[in-house]
């Protein structure tokens, strides 16, 4: 490996890309997403900004296939060619759940992971394999412990472990940092940096911390129900329409 | 069942077993609450305890409807018609028309009324009034068979669904993204529960049933933090309850189900305590 590839290790690999085509979204006649497409590569970290109502949600939900579309979604090699269905994994904005419920860490990635039910224990590999999953989130420590007992950027690791199983290709985190001190989002968002790079999955990270975006995002695309502008932070940030959509943020 | 008696006689040398009706009450106590109180557990992590409330009283309507249509055996329209009352109530709540409490407050009393309505015609009311507080020291060794399969059959299907269902009781998002049909689970859940209800119900009681669902999963609840604690705190309280609640009511001459439901209530405020002195 001479240096070029070195330091090329950690750029775009471009071996494998997410295309979204001409991707439109209606609702009792009202389009919530037109005509969107965009690029996501494997081993970049792609930021997904947008004004309120830009149709960002409509968007993770097309990808998560929860909700019907026009348009393509193509997971392709480098040569073009179709690498199957897109596996995706999806860390939600929001996770509202009962905290009194007696349920613990590993009761939950279990049920998840198998069926023997989880008042008869977990049995030896399948523990093995949630460790495996919860180490990946820097999570190992809160296999035992109860749900509800957890803080917000604990429980985003577990949900960050629950993502990453099976490994996908496209990881979507909906502002991951929502409801996270500001020390915690830079760990979460080195931790997933370091994923996207060991395990070369492509990321979409919806967010509105400009911060964040000029820190971690490789590429970043300006959604209002349709793309508005794309390419790295610099460039979108510089375009006209990034200055009429979000006037009052310096750049 | 002589011999099964030869077994308790030998086991549980107690002056309260002299009895063959106190054997068969005990054998019931420990077929029928294991099941209630694990269905208990999801019951309350999935904030059912209204719904399956609502259900207990359902089964004077049921009764009544099944003497109306001249079904001779009281067990086989309590079920039926269990199972019928859970799923329209769980199509209605789908169906958003009210709040869900509204609903199902809605449905619980027009069971009541339809069940005496249909109950008191010429005043024979009487006859029927063991269903409201139950009767466990009239089971025979029929019943206690059906109780035995039902545990059985009950405690497989539990097992079957009770990861999906405990997802779903976390995050009905998360389920949806794991490929979980959480609105078919939980019909099947509500199902579930409308069968072991209905088959519990005539030696428990309309007034008491849900106290036996309910009490011993809210108890366990107070002091665990993992779901197999949870289910194995919750059937331990739920059979204490039963075998205490049957031996009070033989030494004080008085209803056995009252008994039980005081039991596990009793239980229920210790766990509370025991959490309050755990927290501070």
New interface residues.
Partial sequence: MNLNEILHHHQPCRLCRISVEDVSVTREGEALLSHVSLHMHCGRLTALVGPNGAGKTTLIRALLGQTPYTGRVRHQDAQGRHLGNIRTGYVPQHFPFDRQMPVTVEDLMAGVLSRRPVWLGVSAPVRAHIREQLTLAHGEALLKRRLGALSGGELQRVLLALALDPLPDLLILDEPVSGVDQNGQGMFLELVEELVHSHHLAVLLVTHDWALVRQYADDVVLLDKTVRADGSPEEVFASDAFSELFPAVRR | METIYRVMDALLPFEFLRFSFMKNALLAMLLLTPLLSLLGTMAV?Q?MAFFSDALGHSALAGVGIGVLLGVRDVTLSLVVFGVLYALIVCVVNHSGAATKDTTISVFSSMGIALGLFLLSRDGRFSSYSSLLTGDILSIGANDLLWLAVSLVVGVGL???M???L??S???P??A???GIHSRRLEYLFAVLIAVAVMLSIRWVGVLLINALLILPAAA??NV?????????LSVIFGVASGVAGLVLSYAFNTGVGAAVVLCAGAIYFVTLLVRRLATH
């Fill in positions: 992590n904030r539990w097992a079957w009770y990861n999906r405990l997802i009781a976390v995050s998002e998360l949806e993204s794991r366990a609840r665990c933090k993992s779901a197999a604690q949870h289910a194995l």
